[in-house]
């Protein structure tokens, strides 16, 4: 057979690293934010996640998604998901990092930070199997509102046995939870739902409930239990719904179909109908709206760590590419544009990196005022900035890539992955809109201002754009404090927080950059757009993966 030529100038993948060890900007935002942080998991899950074999699983659990099985081939109804091995590979793995539960269980001093970084670094995987995940760590402290169910069902939550059987919680070394919240004719706005919960006796776990009714989106119906809101006789209130009752029998659950995604291929989202499904209360009746924000809170800072961790994913796959891709007689990496595109989105990949780390040491200091604060105004602009971000954050680092970073190529194609993974963090737990008004909401509790200026003031002096926007911040606080520009009020407290923190925990190479681009007034509408004076090398070689 002639050969017609030889493949050369293609870059070899990148695998087979340490995720944690190479992430400077990460490692410095855990010494800021955690300094007692002992790190040796974390360079452990970093090895592991980092290696080839975890990303071949990632990989098959996104090309081989989902089967949704309703009847077994005898015409009995089950209401099965039936998922590739390696999904159960995956979370075995995360649930064996202790990403669904360990914060509340007192292993670490800084646990939300800890699982902060370990999530983050999970998710460059792109494994699209974490929301059951981040349900699991999110509905643990809203189910202490029911004690008897909190005794038996929080130890098998911080459990990392992880176990796919549907069994009764007592036959399970382990379980997961999900969440069931939304309705076709509502969507964001819950109050809307129509399902129905029926009082039908007590027990053990207190007031048990018929629901009958449905939910639009019902992500990993797998799951052990769920928390599901519906209407009961004092309004809209949350209830615990297991997927298996104690007996043994299975629940009145019906898995219509699953939906078909743009992206996240791995993780089983379904439309649910409840005929009757079993539940039990828990809270107070009417009280549902308060208990579904406070697990809002923890999966919207999930959605911020994802994206920040999807980010990374990006910015390493383009620098891994352009270091060795020739072009023109040289490196990509070594040429001026590029030099800029790269440093810019390293200058966005640290900032995210920076703020949704220190939103999770927010939620390790509960008792703290100034923290209860800035978990309450930062989960909001997070969420909001990062996410929004992130788009077209994987756009352009796909064009590092050319024509290479388009293709899928049976899953090998992590940039494609990471690429229609990127929105859906940004519509997940409240879109954009839902977003910036919460930020309004939080601005009325306590005196907001103050601890916005308290968390800037160790930066001030640093950079003059950066005093120029500290400054501001009040009037713009007061001044944007609309729904109309509630959209850019998030945008600049993000900018702030992010260079403040910046200062803090990075070289004066990224501080200058990111001060110089984001809030010197010449922030170009594309990434690349830095000035002539940044230093773009030294920016460059500090994110750099190798």
């Known amino acids: 057979m002639d050969t017609t030529h030889e493949v050369f100038n293609q870059p070899a993948p990148l695998a087979g690293y340490n995720l944690f060890e190479t992430n400077r900007p990460l490692g410095d935002a855990l010494k800021h934010n955690a300094p007692q942080l002992q790190l040796d998991p ?7 996640i980092g290696s080839v074999g975890m990303q071949t699983h990632a990989r098959l659990a996104n090309i081989h998604p989902p089967v949704l099985h309703t009847h077994d081939r005898f015409g009995r109804r089950i209401d099965e998901v039936e998922f590739h091995p390696s999904y159960h590979a995956l979370m ?14 007192g292993e670490s001093q800084s646990p939300h930070v800890e699982r902060a970084a370990g999530f983050m670094l999970f998710t460059e995987l792109e494994p699209s199997m974490l929301c059951p995940i981040s349900m699991s760590y999110a509905v643990t402290p809203a189910l202490r509102g029911n004690a008897g169910v909190y005794a038996d069902w929080g130890p098998k939550l911080a459990s990392r046995w992880y176990d796919p059987r549907l069994l009764p919680w007592h036959d399970k070394p382990g379980v997961t939870m999900g969440m069931g919240m939304t309705e076709k004719q509502g969507g964001s706005d819950v109050r809307a739902n129509t399902t129905q919960a029926m009082r039908a006796g007590s027990d053990g776990w207190g007031e048990r409930y018929a629901i009958t009714g449905h939910k639009w989106f019902f992500s990993a119906p797998m799951c052990d239990a769920f928390l599901v809101l519906a ?4 309004g809209l209130s949350c209830f615990f719904l297991p997927r298996v009752l104690p007996d043994g029998s299975r629940n009145e659950i019906r898995i ?8 996240n291929k791995a993780n089983a989202s379904s439309e649910v109908e409840f005929h009757g499904a079993s539940a039990w209360l828990v809270g107070e009746e009417g009280r549902g709206i308060p208990q579904i924000l406070e697990m809002g809170t923890m999966t919207r800072l999930d959605c911020a760590l994802g994206t920040s961790g999807l980010m990374r994913q990006a910015l390493s796959l383009a620098l891994n590419h352009t270091a060795q891709r020739q072009a023109f007689g040289r490196p990509l990496i070594e040429q001026p544009l590029m030099k800029n ?13 920076a703020l949704a780390i220190r939103l999770a040491r927010a939620f390790d200091h509960p008792g703290d005022e100034h923290e209860r604060l800035m978990a309450r105004l930062l989960t909001p602009v997070a969420k909001f900035w990062i996410c929004k971000r992130g788009s077209h954050f994987a756009q352009e680092a796909m064009e590092c890539l050319g024509g290479n970073g388009y293709v899928e190529e049976g899953g090998e194609g992590v940039m494609a992955r990471v690429y229609r993974e990127m929105p859906l963090n940004s519509i997940w737990e409240g879109a954009g809109n839902i977003m910036a008004l919460d930020l309004l909401r939080g601005l009325r509790k306590g ?3 103050a601890a916005l200026a308290h968390e800037l003031a160790p930066a001030r002096g ?4 950066l005093d120029r926007l500290a400054d501001a911040v009040p009037a713009r606080i007061e001044a944007m404090a609309t729904e109309v520009e509630a959209r850019r009020l998030a945008q600049d407290v993000a900018l702030a927080v992010q260079a403040a923190l910046l200062v803090r925990t990075a070289p004066p190479a990224v501080v200058g950059g990111f001060c110089a681009s984001r809030l010197g007034g010449d922030w170009g509408h594309a990434f690349g757009t830095l000035s002539a004076g940044v230093d ?3 920016i460059i070689s500090r994110a750099r993966p190798q």
Do not use: I, Y
């Not at 075995?92 to 269980?105: E, I, K």
């Not at 209407?231 to 004092?234: E, K, S, V």
């Not at 219509?256 to 992206?263: A, C, F, I, M």
């Not at 595109?341 to 640290?350: K, T, Y």
């Open 42 to 48: 974390l360079r452990s899950l970093g090895a592991e």
């Open 92 to 105: 075995a793995a995360a649930v064996g990092a202790g990403l669904h539960g360990t914060p509340w269980t």
């Open 231 to 234: 209407q009961a006789p004092a």
């Open 256 to 263: 219509q179909r699953l939906k078909d995604k743009l992206g």
């Open 341 to 353: 595109v790269l440093a810019d989105l390293a200058l966005e990949s640290e900032a995210a990196t």
């Open 447 to 449: 005196d907001a201002v």
């Open 462 to 465: 640093s950079d003059a754009a």
């Open 536 to 538: 773009l090398d030294a």
